[in-house]
Structure formats: C-alpha cells, structure tokens
C-alpha cells in the first residue's frame, strides 16, 4: 500500500509539474504574442499618424471664409440655368455647393451692388449701352441670396486677364464663398477674347490669373481660387497643364472629361481622370470630376471608382435637380412638384419672367401638354393660371396666384406694366421724281387674289367652305397670268 501510494504521488506531482510548465510556456507565449502585436499597432499607428502627418502637409489650406471641395456633390455653372432661381432649387433638394453661371469681368465692373428691398436679394446692376431717358431700367448682372447661399456659392469667373480678373473679383468677393476660373467652357460666346477652354491653349495666361487671384484675393477676403478644365488631346499635355495649376495655390480643379471639340450629347471619357486625380493630390489640390454625371448615388460611385473628391451635375440637374437627393431620401421627384417649387423661388427672388420660362422648359417633360403653354404668358400671374398652379398654397396660406400678382407689380409687368411709349409718326412716304418709293423703303405688301377669303375659310374650320376659297384663288390666279400668245405679242 505504501508503494502505490508513493507511485500514486510521484504520477500526481509529474502532472502538475508538467501542467505548470506548460501554462508557464503558454503564458509566456501569450505575453509574446501581445508583445507583438502591441508593437505592430504601434507600428501601425505611427505609420497612420505619419501618412496623416504628410497629408495634412500636402492639403491646400482653405481660407476662412472658403469651402472645401472634399466630398461635395455640386452644380455645375450653367448659362441661363444657373440663375439665383435653379441655386435655390438644387440647394432645396440637397446640392452641397452651387456655382453661379460663368460672368465675364468687364460685365462686373462698374457695377453698383445693392440689397433689393422687395426681395432682400443682393444685386449687382449697371445700366445697359442704349439708354431711353426715365424709361431704362438698370440690367441685373448678378443676383444672391444671401441667406440660403451663404457658405454654398462659387463665382465663376470669365477672364482673359489677370488684371481685370482681380479688378472685378474685388467687387463681389465679399458676398461669395469661392472663385472659380472658366477654362472649359467651349461656346463661342466665352472663347471670344481668348477665355474659356480657349485658356487651355495659352497655359502662360491661365497660370497668371490663378497666380493673380491667389496673390491679392484670397488673402484679402479669405476665399480660396479654383479653375474648371477640360481634357486636352493626349494624358501627357493633359498633365503637364495640371502640374502647373496645381502648383499656384488654388484650393480645387474641376476637370470636365470631355475634349474641348466634343459636345454634351457625346459619352464623356474618363481614361484620363485617375491621373488628373493623383497629380491633383500630389499637391494637395481637391479634384473634382465633371461629365455625365447623373445623380448624388451615381456621383458616389464614380468618386469611389476614380478617386475623386467630388462631383459636378449639370445637365441632369438643369432637368430636374431633385438628382442631389440620394435614393434614400426619395431619388427623383416628379416634375410638376419641382415646377412648384421653382415657381415659388422664381417669385421670390424676383426672377425675370424670360428666363423663368426658359428654365420651365428644361424642368417641364417634353411631351407633356404644359410646354405648349409656356410660349403665350408674359408675367407671372398668367405664367401660375395656364401652368395650373393659380390656387397652389404657398408660405402662410398664400396661395401662388397672390405671390405672382405681388411680384408681377414689382417687376411692373403684366397688368402693372407702365403704359407703351407712343412711336413717333412717320411723315409721308417719299417718292423720287420716277414717282416710285425712295430708296432703302420697303414695298408694301398686297395680298395675293383670294387671300383673305382662303384665310377666313382656314380660320372658320369649314372643309366645303375651304374647297371653295382654294377653287376660287386657283381661277383668280389663272385669269390674272397672261396667256403666252399676249406675251409674246407683248415683247
């Protein structure tokens, strides 16, 4: 018995001393293993922390006043378009940041800003060439709401001198959040006096008003610059004009990923942009991609794709910009509710009527039987009533068709016009010694046999009543022409 038990003991103390030594062994490993991967976080973590250290080093600062372009879903600048009305509307739907349309400089100077006391809008005006004493009213060059596009609004600029780009940039810089220089727009009307997408091929010039502007405005009134390209022939001349924009201070590049030759209706390329992006980020510069770019969900994917930072909408915007609402919050909305919608802005920013109705026709669906009856009202109280829109309830019970007659009498059109002034009477043709009319007169017109019975007929609807009238000026018309034997005797 004593023998077992010393066995018995002995076997006991080699199990435990054994699972001694291995929970010894397993400690230890455990505290390697958390040794290890202590170190390997850190190791990580200084490498994160050092990543983050060079990219915040390579980050453009923004001014205090600007606007980061990093994760922004924007509207692009549109002439026409772009006016204060349809900011408002893409704002309203979830815009981040809205770009007014492109303004030439010599437009801008010598404009006078005032707060309109109707609308509380801000309004840069100036009076046009031809002036009619106490009957011209000054042109509106640009109009803000400084409320709703506060910290939202980018200016772009049309230009083609550094000069007179700082000149006119001193005028409204104090009302906007960003400039941005036009550079990709190809429409005659902005390459005209080299500006535009006419810059890309005089790289020396761009780079001096950007140069310009970052030198004596930014500072001044703490907006940060940026410019909108497009792709130039080939990647290599594409980045050697990037490393150079990059490279004068701006905040943000909009590159629009189309040649300046193709037109919107042509699939934009975008082969280029991932290199655009990395030259753009080697200095620090946001990137944002512009060109068939056609909501909010479809702009996070191609920023997730490219790398971009941001996203520019402009002709899916400019037909219904309820695109900046994402899928979640709704998607598209029906047209006659953002029709509504804009009528209500139009109104209250006192929009002119024309280019309400232009923007209508880009919002209205094409086949729709509205558009036909855009064409005929010439204010808005009969803009509202042929629209369907004339008992619409607005803010505080105001229904659309009160908004409108309040500011059809602000704008003194429709029923509130002033009255015509009377042409001067035109004195009696005169007629040189052949009796026949002076020079440079135009002939008056006198309607063919039967006109005016063919007219009425059309106009009374009556198919037999048509007949007849086209029999009759037929006959009329063959009694009046000659037969050829007259003719000849004649001659």
């Not at 209706?265 to 946001?286: D, F």
Request: glycine share 8%.
């Amino acid at each position: 018995m004593q023998w077992f038990a010393r066995r018995l003991f002995r076997a006991a103390s080699a199990v435990m001393t054994t699972n001694a030594i291995a929970t010894e062994e397993l400690v230890s490993g455990a505290k390697s293993a958390t040794a290890t991967m202590a170190s390997a976080m850190a190791a990580v973590t200084t490498a994160e922390g050092a990543g983050a250290a060079v990219n915040a080093r390579k980050r453009v600062p923004i001014p205090p006043r600007g606007v980061d372009y990093r994760g922004k879903v924007v509207l692009a600048p549109m002439v026409r378009s772009g006016e204060l009305p349809m900011r408002l509307l893409s704002l309203h739907y979830g815009a981040d940041l809205v770009w007014g349309p492109e303004t030439v400089d010599r437009s801008m100077i010598g404009t006078t800003r005032r707060i309109n006391p109707h609308t509380n809008m801000i309004e840069y005006s100036r009076m046009p060439t031809n002036v009619v004493p106490h009957v011209t009213k000054e042109s509106i060059i640009y109009r803000i709401d400084p409320v709703r596009e506060a910290g939202k609004l980018v200016f772009q600029i049309g230009t083609a001198d550094p000069d007179l780009a700082v000149q006119a940039a001193k005028i409204f810089a104090a009302d906007v959040y960003g400039i941005d220089v036009n550079a990709g727009c190809p429409k005659p009307f902005s390459t005209h006096g080299g500006m535009g997408a006419a810059l890309l091929r005089t790289p020396d010039k761009l780079v001096a008003i950007l140069e310009a502007l970052v030198r004596d405005i930014s500072p001044v009134f703490g907006i940060g610059i940026s410019v909108k390209i497009r792709l130039l022939e080939t990647a290599a001349e594409t980045e050697a004009l990037v490393r150079r924009l990059v490279a004068t201070g701006i905040t943000g590049l909009t590159v629009h990923c189309r040649t300046t030759p193709m037109r919107p209706r042509e699939t934009a390329i975008r082969g280029q942009l991932k290199m655009i992006r990395e030259v753009c980020h080697e200095a620090g510069v946001a990137c944002v991609m512009n060109g068939d770019v056609e909501s909010r969900d479809h702009a996070a994917v191609l920023m997730e794709e490219y790398g971009t930072d941001g996203a520019m909408i402009a002709t899916s915007a400019e037909k219904n910009p309820s695109c900046f609402r994402t899928s979640q919050d709704g998607g598209l909305e029906n047209w006659k509710e953002v029709v509504k919608h804009y009528l209500k802005f139009a109104m209250e920013v006192g929009n002119k009527v024309g280019n309400t109705k232009y923007s209508l026709g880009m919002l209205i669906e094409g086949k729709a039987p509205e558009m036909r009856l855009l064409s005929p009202p010439k204010c808005y109280t009969d803009l509202v009533k042929a629209l369907g829109y004339a008992d619409t309830v607005v803010d505080e019970g105001i229904t659309m068709l009160e908004m409108a007659r309040k500011t059809d009498q602000i704008l003194e059109v429709g029923e509130f016009a002033p009255p015509p002034i009377p042409k001067a009477k035109k004195g009696k043709q005169q007629q040189n010694h052949n009796g026949t009319q002076a020079q440079g007169q135009k002939r008056k017109r006198t309607p063919s046999p039967g006109a005016n019975a063919k007219v009425a007929a059309m106009k009374s609807g009556d198919k037999e009543a048509i007949s007849e009238a086209l029999r009759q000026a037929e006959e009329t018309t063959a009694a009046a022409i000659p037969p050829p034997a007259a003719a000849t005797a004649a001659v």
